[in-house]
Nanobody
Framework: QLLLAESGGGLVQGGDSLRLSCVAS????????FAWFRQAPGKAREFVAS????????LYGNSAKGRFAVIRGTGANTLYLQMNSLQPEDTAVYYC????????????????WGQGTQVTVSS
């Protein structure tokens, strides 16, 4: 079992930056894919970015390319999402997700989820 805890959300203005954190605990030796998704009101949960925890390779969704970055923390089992040039359309609940076998963009393949952290971007 993996437990995930996000933090770092808040209210920011358009153009600002924000860094989200996700800490994994429990059977962290089984961690393979570590990802961020987001869900805006009335919309489906959307893939943001992921990292292969073993190889270090990354994958980004279209909404994240060029503005967001996933960063492995120097501490154990911590993943950051650095978000730059935030826009009102980035307003969503951001979820951390983990998989013991998958690192892609399919929500269904992630078997562990955090509770989410709200990010609100004002214009």
């Amino acid at each position: 079992q993996l437990l995930l805890a996000e933090s770092g959300g808040g209210l920011v203005q358009g153009g600002d930056s924000l860094r989200l954190s996700c800490v994994a605990s429990g059977r962290t030796s089984t961690l393979y894919g570590f990802a961020w998704f987001r869900q805006a009101p009335g919309k489906a949960r959307e893939f943001v970015a992921s990292v292969n925890w073993i190889q270090g390779t990354t994958l980004y969704g279209n909404s994240a390319k060029g503005r967001f970055a996933v960063i492995r923390g120097t501490g154990a089992n911590t993943l950051y999402l650095q978000m730059n040039s935030l826009q009102p359309e980035d307003t969503a609940v951001y979820y951390c997700a983990a998989s013991t076998y998958y690192t892609g963009d399919s929500r269904a393949q992630y078997n562990y989820w955090g509770q989410g952290t709200q990010v609100t971007v004002s214009s």
